[in-house]
T-cell receptor, first 113, second 115 residues
Framework: EPEVTQTPSHQVTQMGQEVILRCVPI?????FYWYRQILGQKVEFLVS????????KSEIFDDQFSVERPDGSNFTLKIRSTKLEDSAMYFC???????????FGPGTRLTVL | AQKITQTQPGMFVQEKEAVTLDCTYD???????LFWYKQPSSGEMIFLIY??????QNATEGRYSLNFQKARKSANLVISASQLGDSAMYFC????????????FGEGTQLTVNP
């Protein structure tokens, strides 16, 4: 069964460093999303992406965040200058259409020291 | 106001019994969808079941069913014949047509299935 994959599973970085989280959505899906979950808290929407552009973003998704689809398979989330409060699990999700069921990847646990 | 409320931080159930996880929602949008996801201790988010606001019947997927009471704005998840592998965090989520495609999640309920 096709699934969303994410790499790395765990990323440790120093405050102020740039990180890139990678995702491979399900191959026939056209809509891509990033969510985050701070430890012990609920999952929060960051951004949705369609046709090579952001379709919507939350108030969390400020100028330090960016997304990109660099090729036909990958979907990336870049955090330019990480802060301690960026430590969280980051989930990528994809859907075939919008609105439609979103299927989540296994997540990348980001730890900012 | 919270859009999704899950009032049970933790629930316990005996193996093979049924359990209901509560979810209430708040929206003025007539078109919306409700989802349940399972998050095992390994961390991934697994889609379980979906209910559309205009669906006439309650959704079912194997051992999972959704008790949708539109007037009460509740969308409770019922798991029948609980298994040890059902032990996980369960999240209720909503997508409103006016909010595009974003999902809004509740706080979650930690379910423990006892042998």
């Amino acid at each position: 069964e096709p699934e969303v994959t994410q790499t790395p599973s765990h990323q440790v970085t120093q405050m102020g460093q740039e990180v890139i989280l990678r995702c491979v959505p399900i191959s026939n899906h056209l809509y891509f999303y990033w969510y985050r979950q701070i430890l012990g808290q609920k999952v929060e929407f960051l951004v949705s992406f369609y046709n090579n552009e952001i379709s919507e973003k939350s108030e969390i998704f400020d100028d330090q965040f960016s997304v990109e689809r660099p090729d036909g398979s990958n979907f990336t989330l870049k955090i330019r200058s990480t802060k301690l409060e960026d430590s969280a699990m980051y989930f990528c999700a994809s859907s075939e259409e919008s609105p439609d069921t979103q299927y989540f990847g296994p997540g990348t646990r980001l730890t900012v020291l | 106001a919270q859009k999704i409320t899950q009032t049970q931080p933790g629930m316990f159930v005996q193996e093979k019994e049924a359990v209901t996880l509560d979810c209430t929602y708040d929206t003025s949008d007539p078109s919306y969808g409700l989802f349940w996801y399972k998050q095992p201790s390994s961390g991934e988010m697994i889609f379980l079941i979906y209910q559309g606001s205009y669906d006439q019947q309650n959704a079912t997927e194997g051992r999972y069913s959704l008790n949708f009471q539109k007037a009460r704005k509740s969308a409770n998840l019922v798991i029948s014949a609980s298994q040890l592998g059902d032990s996980a965090m369960y999240f209720c989520a909503m997508r409103e047509k006016t909010s595009g495609s974003r999902l809004t999640f509740g706080e979650g309920t930690q379910l423990t299935v006892n042998p």
